[in-house]
């Protein structure tokens, strides 16, 4: 009886009281050194505050970088639509190992190409290392979440003085792509590869209505017009909604400068990242040596992997590393980043280890490409054990 009044109390708390507790315990998550009792209090507060508070927005200061302000956008109601935009509340940082990484190699001057920049997160606080000598260029295709991308930007002047904000997707080739949405969680669940859900589920995702009905052949979706079409009628639905959207190569993207100046490439776009890399080969060839004496070209890539993704554009976890691997680049493994905030806190206290050298590609899922499974992988012309 005791838990069922206690629930029914918590039903019945006002909205300010209920946004009050969520302030408190954010701070305190925030400034606290004790690390006990902090995944209780994420789930808490995921669980019994944010999902009883209707749909709401919120400016929040980095962890890290105090100095960046980020809208975080959806936040509130029982979907937990936006996990960035959670994490981002409740602990001021996203992806740990990426971020360590970040804060690592980019340096004053350095450019760093953000394909799948969302709503600014890793855009910002690139902004904020390279400095006003450095740039930016934060490539993002969801009409929706480019609107937002703009307001972080507004929200951050001075570092939004480095940053170049392009509106489109890209691809291999240039031409208008078809943008799948989920209606209900735009923010992280968008693809031109029509392969629906990324990060966050969705009920169904494209992949399984594909899969359902007998689409997916030996060759994937990616070759024949039927197949797309097949593609974009499933993805119609109650679920999913589409969109047209401007496709180019990344090479036709960037300036010159940026091309011989990238220090760093990251690539997160829920499954086109094959197509990105195809329409960037002067980029992964072109970019500055250390002093421009003739040395191996510093830029490095960071790319989200996944098998399943990688199929539906006729490739492989193989074929990305060989083809890598023929311009010179070499792997490394960034440490995973768990999107589950009460698996991933307490928060280390000493920054996640440096991405390690993967000599072979079958290591990166215990020897097996698992279609679900996915990893951050740097790609350097560096050849060493760490990237450190």
């Known amino acids: 009886m005791a838990v069922k009044d206690e629930a029914k109390a918590e039903r019945h708390l006002p909205i300010w009281l209920l946004r009050l507790l969520l302030s408190l315990i954010v701070r305190y998550l925030r400034v606290t050194p004790f690390r006990t009792g902090q995944r209780a209090l994420l789930r808490f507060c995921r669980w019994h505050l944010l999902s009883r508070l209707p749909p709401f927005s919120a400016i929040v200061p980095l962890r890290d970088a105090p100095s960046i302000s980020i809208q975080c956008f959806q936040l509130g109601s029982k979907n937990h639509a936006d996990i960035l935009s959670e ?33 600014g997160y890793f855009s910002l606080l690139g902004a904020s290392l390279v400095g006003a000598t450095g740039s930016v260029v934060a490539v993002e295709a969801c009409p929706r979440t480019y609107e937002r991308l703009l307001a972080n930007l507004a929200l951050n002047p001075k570092l939004a003085a480095a940053v170049t904000p392009v509106h489109a997707a890209a691809t291999e080739i240039e ?11 735009p923010l992280y669940n968008t693809t031109v590869a029509g392969a629906g859900a990324g990060g966050v589920a969705a009920a169904p995702d494209v992949w399984a209505l594909l899969q359902s009905s007998g689409a997916l052949g030996a060759a994937g979706v990616a070759g024949g017009a039927a197949a ?42 829920e499954g086109a990242e094959w197509a990105v890399l195809q329409g960037a080969r002067r980029l992964l060839s072109s970019a500055d040596d250390d002093g421009g004496g003739g040395g191996a070209p510093t830029l490095e890539v960071v790319v989200e992997v996944t098998p399943k993704w990688l199929a539906l ?41 440096p991405p390690r050298r993967l000599r072979d590609a079958r290591r990166l899922f215990d020897g097996r490409e698992d279609a679900n499974r996915q990893a951050d992988v740097v790609f350097s012309r560096r050849d060493a054990e760490f990237l450190d």
């Not at 691997?325 to 928060?347: K, N, T, W």
């Open 313 to 353: 554009q006729q490739s492989s976890v193989k074929r990305l590393f060989e083809h890598m691997r023929a311009l010179g680049y070499h792997a490394y493994l960034l440490p995973a980043d768990d999107y589950e905030i009460s698996v991933a806190l307490p928060m280390p206290r000493a920054p996640p280890p």
């Open 175 to 185: 031409g208008e792509l078809t943008l799948y949405q989920h209606r209900r969680e």
């Open 87 to 119: 994490w981002l509340l409740l602990t001021g940082t996203w992806q740990n190992a990426l971020t360590a990484y970040l804060q690592r190699a980019l340096l004053p001057g350095d450019t760093l190409v953000d394909v799948g920049a969302n709503t």
């Open 228 to 269: 797309a079409a097949e593609v974009s009628r499933l993805a119609v639905s109650s679920v999913w909604q589409t969109t047209r959207v401007r496709g180019a190569p990344l090479d036709a993207l960037l300036s010159g400068a940026q091309l011989r100046k990238a220090r760093v490439l990251k690539v997160d776009v």
